[in-house]
């Protein structure tokens, strides 16, 4: 079966202290990793798409990285802004759905 | 401006009564997909479609129903049968089923019970 495992699930930084959330998963051969950004009352926003080992992307403060079995989002020097729950998502080869992990709910403090 | 557009942003339900979500996109997707959240869990899938008159159950089906009359469009109903139907309702659209694209999606209705 199909897994994604997010942690840490919550995560405190100073403003300006950098940090990495990770995701974990097992697929029978992936397809694709997503990261999405949720603030409060809204939906999940799409920041990137990951295909296969050694590929990063960045994005502003974000960049995310991936292995065959994990990927890490890293921020660098956060701004209170960046504040939202961190959601990563794994679409597997063949006929499967999209599976999404629990979220890394992220705190930026001034 | 591209996107899903989901109403209305707060709908309650009373008990025994059936109800509709409203889900828009003018991205031009094939494929639409409706997800319930709840706190502390991820995204769980309750129905797709990956073209206009065919859609699939997800993992929790039961209690709802859906159409795809249109490319554009792809409501939610939730019914009685429902028994715990209160939950923050996403609703999202790809260019295609089984894609490496992403999803993406509206920004959701929350429901409660009257």
């Known amino acids: 079966e199909d897994q994604v495992t997010q942690s840490p699930e919550a995560l405190r930084l100073q403003e300006g202290e950098s940090s990495s959330l990770n995701c974990s998963y097992t697929v029978s051969g992936l397809r694709g990793l997503f990261w999405y950004r949720q603030d409060p009352g809204k939906g999940p926003e799409f920041l990137f798409t990951l295909y296969s080992a050694g590929e990063e992307k960045e994005k502003e403060r974000l960049k995310a990285t991936l292995t065959k079995k994990e990927s890490f989002l890293h921020i660098t020097a956060p701004k209170p802004e960046d504040s939202a729950t961190y959601l990563c998502a794994v679409q597997a080869q063949g006929n499967t759905p999209l599976v999404f992990g629990k979220g890394t709910r992220l705190s930026v403090i001034a | 401006d591209g996107g899903i557009t989901q109403s209305p942003k707060y709908l309650f339900r009373k008990e025994g009564q059936n109800v509709t979500l409203s889900c828009e996109q003018n991205l031009n997707h094939d494929a639409m997909y409706w997800y319930r959240q709840d706190p502390g869990q991820g995204l769980r899938l309750i129905y797709y479609s990956q073209i206009v008159n065919d859609f699939q159950k997800g993992d929790i089906a039961e209690g709802y129903s859906v159409s795809r009359e249109k490319k554009e469009s792809f409501p939610l109903t939730v019914t009685s049968a429902q028994k715990n139907p209160t939950a923050f309702y996403l609703c999202?659209?790809?260019?295609?089923?089984?894609?490496?694209?992403?999803?993406?999606f509206g920004d959701g209705t929350r429901l409660s019970i009257l």
């Open positions: 999202a659209s790809s260019s295609r089923h089984y894609s490496n694209q992403p999803q993406h």
